[in-house]
């Protein structure tokens, strides 16, 4: 079983910067499409950003987060980051890390939280 471990998280002020990491165990990493999601309390899980396989060469973002978040991978270390800037309040939330192409088979790690707060 793929385990999927997320760090990173913490309490910062608005307009601060947090860099979430999510270690996983996947075999053949390079090959999945990896995304972070995230769950504000209340609210359903929604996918924040999608970077391609391999060289990760293309990346989407939800546009709350456009210009603001930036998703990148590391193959060998098997492991995909968000730089998150210029945070909101409203980006509160846990933030997971998944393959959309998976999620039916991996099982969700336990997020980290992030808080945005003065």
């Known amino acids: 079983q793929v385990q999927l471990v997320e760090s990173g998280g913490g309490l910062v002020q608005p307009g601060g910067s947090l860099r979430l990491s999510c270690a996983t165990s996947?075999?053949?990493?390079?090959?999945?499409?990896m995304a972070w999601y995230r769950q504000a309390p209340g609210k359903q899980r929604e996918l924040v950003a999608q970077?391609?396989?391999?060289?990760?060469?293309?990346?989407n973002y939800v546009d709350s987060v456009k210009g603001r978040f930036t998703i990148t991978r590391d193959n060998p270390k098997k492991t995909v980051f968000l730089q998150m800037n210029s945070l909101k309040p409203e980006d509160t939330a846990v933030y997971y890390c998944?393959?959309?192409?998976?999620?039916?088979?991996?099982?969700w790690g336990q997020g980290t939280q992030v808080t945005v707060s003065s």
């Open positions: 998944n393959s959309p192409q998976m999620v039916e088979y991996w099982d």
């Open positions: 996947a075999d053949f990493f390079n090959s999945y499409v």
């Open positions: 970077i391609t396989r391999g060289a990760g060469d293309t990346k």
